[in-house]
């Protein structure tokens, strides 16, 4: 199978896993497809074990793609991490149920294990903190978030 074959073949099975995000878990993909999808320019890392589908004509500066699709790897990572035991701080739910248009430079997750601080993007960070005393009994989802 020649470059291109393998080229095309990894980037189907990489729009089928990423659906209607652009956001792919790392071990989602085998190991040569993702290599070769790396190489090429078409993911990007976020963080390790976590992709962005991109263009390889998009720089790697280049803060659009990754602006249009921070919700949906807030979304999928904090899912994959913490499943429905999640919410996010009082003050990201409020900018959530506003809709307040701008990404914060620190998102802040309210979880009962597993606190830390993760950099992401482009200067941004999610922040996760351990709270059970004063952890919503009722979750609400908005925008796919809890």
């Not at 729009?15 to 956001?23: D, E, F, N, S, V």
């Not at 976020?46 to 390889?56: E, K, N, Q, S």
């Not at 990754?66 to 990572?77: R, V």
């Not at 701080?89 to 597993?114: N, R, W, Y």
Request: net charge positive; aromatic share 10%; proline share 2%.
């Amino acid at each position: 199978m020649s470059s291109s074959e393998r080229l095309a073949r990894a980037l189907k099975k990489a729009k089928r896993l990423a659906g209607q995000t652009h956001i792919i878990r790392g071990n989602a993909l085998e190991r040569a497809d993702r290599e070769i999808l790396v190489r090429t320019g078409w993911l990007q890392d976020i963080i390790r074990g976590w992709y962005m589908l991109v263009r390889p004509d998009v720089a790697t500066g280049d803060t659009a793609a990754w602006y249009a699709n921070f919700w949906d790897f807030i979304h999928l990572y904090l899912t994959d991490r913490f499943g429905e035991n999640y919410c996010l701080s009082a003050e990201s739910s409020l900018d959530c149920h506003t809709e307040k248009s701008t990404i914060p430079t620190q998102l802040i997750v309210m979880a009962h294990f597993g606190g830390g601080l993760t950099n992401l993007k482009h200067d941004l960070s999610l922040m996760v903190y351990v709270d059970e005393k004063n952890f919503p009994k009722r979750i609400v989802q908005k925008n796919k978030l809890n």
